[in-house]
């Protein structure tokens, strides 16, 4: 078992990040070392889903330190200020509609920024290769579009097909090959779509929530019947440190949901829901769907084969999907000041750049 003592987390205020930082300071858990959170806090970035954890911990467990992963000499006194043995990173443009509209930012963040990152921890632990290691952070959609059968296993040939899988597609080889080439101690997970507590209402089930709670259309891309396999977001920060704590070194793992849905059921299930919780008549927000233009090159299906994961490691699925949207639900129903943090200016011209053309 490997051990790890202090964690830089890169984009720990984002949706996942902030979902892993709270499951290792959680009481009980395994970890003991500090976590060390790096983040940009771009309009994805979000402090407030950890004050109770910096108020908390901070100064002793948890310390964070606002700053771009492209930033070569501030990773570097990072990693030496604070001894940095592991590094977890999440940091990345992660939208794909955003990724359509402006590419830019995802060459510099995810595939510059991550080859800064990989370059400042092979400076800093040289030919380490004991008590090291770089966990790298990916997405199922490097393997781009499965028909109606089949499924995405670690050997799956890469084939992106959005500005965003092909800036993941670049980070994922850069890391590989800085294994392969220089011997850096990595592991690589591939994860399926998640959904759970903080995440950005840009993405599908958050965005269909507060949509549905103050009355506006509810946008279906193209004919609803895209496929995603979706997995809660707490079954990923937990398969990520079985993979850290244990994965073969220079291996990647896919982790999944197994539990694939159409957008337009889902929908279905979610409105029912979020009805039943509110007392909004379901009707009149079946009323609000909406079928829009489709997503350029949308993928049509994903399904992850988490077999391997599985197999090595001592993990699976703890929470199913019916518990999952509803802890979901409930949890945007808890935060109204979360979410009206999140939806600021800046949010509302993205809603407008994005939906007014469709
Ligand atoms: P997110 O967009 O919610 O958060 C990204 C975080 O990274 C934000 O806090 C942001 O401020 C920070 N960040 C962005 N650019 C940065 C930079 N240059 N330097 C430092 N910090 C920066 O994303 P997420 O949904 O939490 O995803 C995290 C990781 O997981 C990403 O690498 C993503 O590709 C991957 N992933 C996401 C999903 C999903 O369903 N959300 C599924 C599989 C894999
Ligand atoms: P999204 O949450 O953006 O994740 P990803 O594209 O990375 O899988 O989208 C999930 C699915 O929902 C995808 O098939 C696109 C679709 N979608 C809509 O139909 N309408 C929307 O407004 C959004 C944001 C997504």
Redesign the pocket.
Known sequence: MRSCKNLLV??????????FIRLLLSPGHAFSGRIIN?????????LMSLEDIAARHAGRRYFFEL?????FEQLLSIFTCYEIDTVV???????VDRSIAGPE?FI???VL?TFRLLEAARQYWGSKQEGVLFH??????VYGSLGETGYFTEKSPYDPRSP?SAS?AS?DHLVMAYHHTYGLPVTL???????GP???P??LIPLMILRMLSGKALPVYGDGKNIRDW?Y?ED?ASALWAIITGGRTGEKYN?GGENEWDNISLLHSLIALVSGKTGIDAAAIEATITFVKDRPGHDRRYAIDCSKLKGELPWKQSVDFETGLAKTVDWYLAHPQWIAQIQREKYQQWLKKNYDAR
């Open positions: 890169s984009g720990g205020a984002g949706f996942i990040g902030v979902n790096l983040d940009a806090l771009t309009y994805a970035g979000n700053g771009d992963i492209g930033n990173h999440f940091a990345a443009e992660s939208h930012a510099r963040t995810n920024g790298h952070i990916s997405t199922d959609e965003y993941k980070s997970s591939n994860c399926s779509n998640n959904y903080y995440q950005f840009e993405k997995l977001v990923h982790i």
